[in-house]
């Protein structure tokens, strides 16, 4: 049996009527590229629940719920009192749950929505584009991954590489970004308490604290890339130390994304010998650890360990905003 809808997607053309199993495979496969909306309405709207519903989602997080009133429609069992014409925005976590709101609205079942918190949309402040809040997600995933950072620079990185104001598309607000930040956050928590007791990345922690015991410049995700590490390295030089190991931020995310994880060393003075001595340190510090140790580049200095899992616990810090 199709339902008397038509039904609009970011990645196909419109469709003139689909049964409740077509619907329902749609918005099970929302959140990947290219494909973050299921919009319908009716063909003949039931009295009802007439206008139209949409739904939207990014990437893997919850499914946005969004309505405008026909004339004459009524509230449903949880709406928020309002007229014709206004727009309203709900949220449910499951595929299941959208596809049962859906098939029930578009059958105009009376109650159809009972239990659902319907809140006006803000129409100063337009909804963040499903585009910009996959992108925020992405980027707050890598950065939470890398496990360097609390939620409330990350949550700010956000706002500074997303352009929090920008106009076409809009930005995330700082509201926003913490709540985006909250969620990835706190997913990474609860993956983390499956963990084992020792993680690569603590593995790679403690080798980084044999070599600074060792007369060794050890630097963990020190500066964005290679040239400005190399150029600051000296800055954070000790007594005592003579030569330098550290992997930067393009480092970590390399490993976040699964491609190992990369370790530039060397001395201050650039001798031979002591270029050996410095690699014999590290690669020591490193093997203690059981970690996985291959020697890449021309001359060497760099150190490639792979495969490696990154899994970094994170930072403890209250939550941002919270």
Avoid: N
Avoid at 105 to 121: H, K, L, M, N, Y
Avoid at 136 to 150: I, N, P, S, T
């Amino acid at each position: 049996m199709l339902l008397p809808l038509t039904v609009t997607t970011e990645s196909g053309p419109e469709r003139q009527g689909v049964s409740a199993e077509e619907l329902a495979a749609l918005l099970a496969g929302l959140g990947g590229q290219g494909d973050h909306f299921v919009s319908a309405r009716h063909t003949s709207p039931p009295a009802a629940s007439g206008g139209w519903l949409r739904v939207l989602r990014a990437g893997s997080g919850p499914f946005e719920l969004e309505r405008e009133e026909a004339p004459g429609d009524g509230d449903g069992g949880g709406a928020v009192a309002g007229g014709p014409g206004e727009r309203r925005t709900a949220r449910v976590e499951t595929a299941r749950e959208a596809a049962a709101l859906f098939s029930s609205w578009a059958a105009g079942e009376d109650g159809w929505d009972a239990g659902i918190r319907w809140q006006p949309v803000d129409h100063a402040t337009p909804q963040l584009s499903p585009h910009v809040r996959e992108e925020a997600e992405e980027l707050a995933r890598e950065l939470v991954h890398a496990g360097f950072d609390g939620r409330t620079q990350i949550a700010a990185d956000l706002l500074t590489v997303l352009g929090e104001g920008r106009s076409e598309p809009r930005g995330p607000s700082a509201a926003e970004a913490r709540g985006i930040t909250d969620q990835v956050w706190d997913a990474r928590l609860a993956e983390q308490r499956e963990w084992p007791e020792t993680t690569e990345a603590d593995r790679v922690e403690r080798a980084f604290e044999a070599m600074a015991g060792a007369g060794v410049t050890a630097r963990m995700h020190f500066q964005c890339c290679m040239p400005c590490a190399v150029g600051a390295v000296e800055d954070e030089r000790a007594e005592g130390e003579d030569g330098f190991a550290f992997f930067h931020v393009q480092d970590t995310d390399a490993a976040v994304e699964g491609r190992g994880l990369f370790i530039s060393f060397g001395s201050y003075d650039g001798d031979p010998a002591r270029e050996a001595l410095i690699a014999d340190r590290v690669t020591e510090a490193l093997r203690h650890e059981g970690l996985p140790v291959h020697t890449v580049g021309d001359p060497e200095g760099i150190i490639h360990l792979h495969p490696l899992r990154w899994r970094k616990r994170l930072p403890t810090e209250a939550p941002a905003g919270r």
